[in-house]
């Protein structure tokens, strides 16, 4: 239904650039804003992992794709459409059992959000506490596959992933990444490790688990008061806040992959709070974590010495090592894959305060990739086990820029590069 949907959507705006005399290629047409609104408006209908997939193009396609596109896409970031009154008491009842009106002392049947696999209420429990459940919809864990396949096959068609590019692993770690997603047991696990994990950053608080109120389709957590994150985006925000809040998420970013080999890959900005009695972050949703081996994390400390170091042999080397590029790739291949990694590493070479919204790289990397895709062609996806590792990376480059902020970004890192440190 969407595929046809879109079809027809594509053949107006194809006919309207003939008779404007504006030829349109497949890319253009399949990507224009009536589309988007179509896409956001169907995927804020099915919830679960298809909604997933719109906020995951929703944050990656900035600059990517068309922005009347990207900003209907955007609506996806953190709305859906909430589960009927009847259909959540049933699924209470379900996890709860048999009178479970009779825990709560208060139970707010609005939700306080409600995002692409579950929604979230705040409720006092009969012994006081103040808590948030996350509840997730009916049936998400039974459509990842279907759903995947189908945001895949829509890509496809899009001339977004080249029709010779194998794919079938990017899909596989994606339908591994979304079915761990649905299991809030295995997110409460993970909340609970993190907050061991960063317990030394002052600037960062993550809420405690309530394991008595948890099952793998509720999550319940301590309630937290606060601001969302784009806050800082409005007008009367010191550059200095500003700055301070990039360099936390920038710190966390670094710590998470060479420090704990372990890191939350869904940097949405409802995915953050400002905690109201101070300036700490907080950090609400663990479901997409992915933990790297430390021969991979190793091979990135390679990637970074030589990228700060502006050792191009270096650079392929290590390109190499992670799997970017295999030795049967043709030399100007070669070439163009390492200047894109160069410059999307920009900030990691920059020397100082690195301006993020000032320096226009999305723009610059969507001229590059795009010339490599669709020039060159890409000759293979990137490793799986990446996959979430650069939506991490893009994300938090993208709410560094988004909240205006500026981090010496080399001099976080360089701690992680030391050959000392690495080596013990």
């Known amino acids: 239904m969407l595929l046809g949907d879109f079809a027809l959507s594509s053949a107006a705006t194809s006919l309207q650039g003939l008779l404007q005399g504006k030829p349109s290629n497949t890319f253009e ?10 896409l956001a408006k169907r995927f804020s209908h099915l919830r679960g992992a298809a909604m997933k997939m ?14 009347a596109f990207t900003q209907a896409l955007a609506l996806l970031r953190s709305d859906a459409n909430p589960m009927p009154l009847s259909q959540l008491r049933r699924l209470l009842g379900m996890e709860y059992g048999k009178g479970w009106q009779t825990r709560f002392s ?36 039974r459509s990842i596959d279907s759903d995947v396949n189908n945001v895949a096959l829509l890509l496809r068609l899009a001339n977004v992933l080249p029709v010779d590019l ?8 994606a339908k591994r990444q979304l079915r761990q997603e649905a299991d809030y047991l295995q997110e409460a696990g993970f909340l609970e490790h993190y907050r061991d994990l960063v317990a ?30 784009e806050t800082l985006t409005g007008e009367g925000i010191s550059q200095t806040r500003r700055d301070a809040i990039g360099e936390a998420l920038e710190r966390l970013m670094f710590r998470e992959l060479f420090e704990f080999r372990c890191m939350q890959t869904d940097p949405n900005f409802a995915n953050y709070l ?36 502006d050792d191009r042999t270096a650079v392929r080397d290590a390109a190499f090592a992670i799997g970017y590029l295999s030795p049967e790739d043709p ?14 590493c920009e ?39 990446t996959m979430f590792l650069h939506r991490k990376l893009v994300g938090s480059f993208l709410l560094c820029a988004r909240i205006g902020a500026r981090v010496d970004v080399q001099a976080l890192l360089l701690p992680f590069l030391d050959e000392s440190r690495t080596a013990a």
């Open 331 to 344: 030399g100007h291949y070669i070439d163009r894959v390492v200047d894109l990694m160069i410059l999307i």
């Open 274 to 309: 400002l905690e109201s009695a101070g300036d700490r972050i907080v950090l609400l949703d663990f479901g997409s974590v992915r933990e790297f081996s430390a021969t991979l994390v190793e091979q990135y400390i390679h990637l970074c010495r030589a990228i700060i170091t």
């Open 106 to 141: 208060e139970f707010d049947f609005e939700p306080l959000a409600a995002a692409s696999i579950g929604q979230v209420h705040r409720v006092r429990t009969m012994d006081g506490r103040d808590l948030a459940l996350k509840i997730q919809y009916p049936g998400v864990a």
């Open 166 to 173: 194998d794919v079938a692993g990017l899909i596989a770690e």
């Open 54 to 67: 719109g906020q995951l193009l929703s944050m990656e396609s900035a600059d990517l794709l068309p922005p």
């Open 200 to 229: 030394d950053d002052p600037c960062l608080h993550l809420p405690c688990v309530h394991a008595d109120f948890t099952t793998k389709r509720i999550l319940a957590m301590d309630f937290v008061e606060g601001e969302p994150l």
């Open 347 to 385: 900030p990691l070479r920059h020397q100082g305060l690195y301006d993020f919204v000032g320096s226009e790289l999305p723009a610059r990397a969507r001229a590059l990739g795009f010339e490599l895709a669709f020039q060159h062609g890409f000759r293979r996806a990137p490793p799986p086990e």
């Open 29 to 38: 047409v399949l990507f224009n804003p009536r589309n988007g609104e179509k």
